[in-house]
């Protein structure tokens, strides 16, 4: 009996140990406790890029990111490395996850343009100057990220006319910056370049498809600028230009509570 006893007195400390043991590989409390788990991020996007870059983590990419938060709530992977703003809305009112303190990077937002349109280049650049100048620019993210509930929506002079369009591509999937209310796009991203267009005299129209598509819209003149909470990178800037910041930003990590 006693053997008996011992026996299962050691099973029992032996499956608590490696419970215990388990509990304390799970914790994430910061980037630098990412190796070695699985760290979902949605493809193409500077998650994607960043965590691409280092070997002791396990990549999972998605074609969507509320489809990598989807899985992280379903235990499937450790971690989702994402945009401050977007990680803000998926969690909330979404019990069991939560953003940790310790951002992953900053980044600086941009607007894509071919390399051989440097005119628009110029012509944006210039645009962008003016609204922040102005502070429309800062209008457009009190009422999409700030806390002024009188904070109102961005609207087209009432007396603008348009020569030709301005094609943005995007991928509406990332609120506040560009998302469906309806059959409608909106959001921060969208509402400046509606701005940029304004200034230029351009009829802005919005290409929705996956992020991982933008630049190769913009290269191939399917689409005149990507816009999409797009981060400059040394990667990107071989293949694609970039015009002045306009807004910079956080990657950040969500774990399970």
Known sequence: MKKILATMLIAVMAFSLSACAKKEKAVINGPDDLSGKKV????????DLL??????????????????????????????????????????????????????VEEDYAISI????????????????????????DRIVDYYIGQNKDAKRYESPADIKYSGT???????????????????????DVDFAKAIADKLGKELKIEDMAFDSIIAAVQSGKADIGCAGMTVTEDRLKSINFTDSYYTGRQVIIVAE
């Open 40 to 47: 979902g991020v949605q493809t193409g996007t500077t998650g």
């Open 51 to 104: 965590i691409s870059d280092e070997d002791s983590i396990n990549v999972e990419r998605f074609n969507k990111a509320v489809e990598a938060v989807q899985a992280l709530k379903q235990g499937k992977i450790d971690a989702v490395v994402i945009d401050d703003q977007p990680a803000q809305v998926f969690i909330k009112g979404t019990k069991g996850l939560k953003i940790l303190d310790t951002e992953y």
């Open 114 to 137: 071919a390399k051989e349109n440097e005119n628009l280049l110029k012509d944006i650049n210039k645009a962008i100057k003016e609204l922040k100048d102005d502070g429309t620019l």
């Open 166 to 188: 301005l094609v943005m591509a995007t991928n509406a999937e990332f609120q506040p910056y560009e998302y469906y209310e309806g059959k409608e796009i909106v959001g921060l």
